[in-house]
């Protein structure tokens, strides 16, 4: 331990100086770090109601679960599967044009028009990966509570995004029940037309109005994929980063290396 003591007051000088330039650099990059912003919201998944509740498979899919290419059985995790899908990420991105906020240095905000030499117009796929980066969506299936948040440098911007996935996913999924409902019914109609059987037609007929009545119930419902318990609102205070906390953080880990390579170093020299 003593020789390690003396080792470290031997080269105090180049320690000193080594952690006195880390922690500048440190320093400058937390400086031009920007602050983010969390606007969150949280949710009850509600059961997605659907014309076709027992889809045959020669007839129909799920109306919001068609949207998936595999969707599950239960609404919660199907729900939590197009929150994170790339077709309401595409959403979000057009109807916010937030193609300049998510690649601001292939934007020219003085002529307004994306410069070719950097990349030019991001495509759709960029865009909806980009976005990814800035929203997390968690689902706890023990409380069935949804929980998204928005991560950006703008509270407003933050707040306003949070609301537009919200908005495009509900719309999203009532559209393609309604779309589902409407395919059901008009099927129903053309098989009763064809039907020369009393009794098939007045089976086809019972179906039609059970599927009109569960066509108007989607179209009446205030809220078809979840309910709001807590919505978005403007955060107050930035959410990262907590640049006491990493500088005191980097300092600690710096020191710590050094002390652990120069006591590597005296032991090596003296076993």
């Known amino acids: 331990m003593l020789t390690i003591l003396q080792e470290i007051l031997r080269l105090r000088v180049r320690l000193i100086t ?6 500048v650099i440190v320093v400058l990059r937390l400086v031009t770090m920007p602050d983010i912003y969390t606007s969150s919201c949280l949710l009850t998944v509600l059961p997605l109601e659907q014309v076709d509740q027992e889809s045959r498979p020669m007839l129909s899919l799920g109306s919001a679960r068609s949207l998936l290419s595999q969707g599950g059985d239960r609404d919660d995790y199907t729900i939590l599967a197009f929150m994170k ?11 916010l044009d937030l193609g300049s906020d998510l690649f ?14 950097r990349g030019g117009k991001p495509s759709p796929t960029e865009s909806q990966r980009a976005l990814r980066q800035y929203v997390d969506v968690s689902y706890d299936q023990f409380t069935g509570l949804l929980l998204l948040e928005v991560h950006w440098p703008s509270p407003e911007k ?28 008009s099927e129903l109609q053309q098989e009763l ?3 020369a059987i009393a009794e098939v037609g007045a089976y086809l007929a ?17 809220s078809y994929a979840f309910r709001i318990i807590d919505p978005p609102s403007i955060p107050d205070r930035k959410s990262w980063p907590p640049r ?12 710590a290396v050094e002390i652990g ?3 590597g170093l005296a032991l090596r020299r003296n076993p």
């Open 244 to 255: 006491l906390l990493i500088f005191l953080l980097v300092g600690a880990t710096t020191a």
């Open 18 to 23: 080594i952690w006195l330039v880390v922690m």
């Open 206 to 222: 019972e179906e039609i109005t059970r599927a009109i009545s569960a066509l108007t119930s989607i179209r009446a419902r205030a």
């Open 158 to 185: 933050a707040r306003v995004i949070a609301d537009g996935f919200m908005s495009n996913a509900d719309g999203m999924l009532r559209r393609a029940a309604i779309a589902e409902g409407e395919r059901r019914i």
């Open 261 to 263: 390579a120069v006591a």
């Open 193 to 195: 037309e064809g039907s």
């Open 85 to 95: 899908s790339r077709q309401l990420a595409d959403a979000v991105v057009e109807e």
């Open 104 to 117: 601001p240095e292939r934007w020219n905000a003085s002529s307004e028009e994306w410069i070719q030499q």
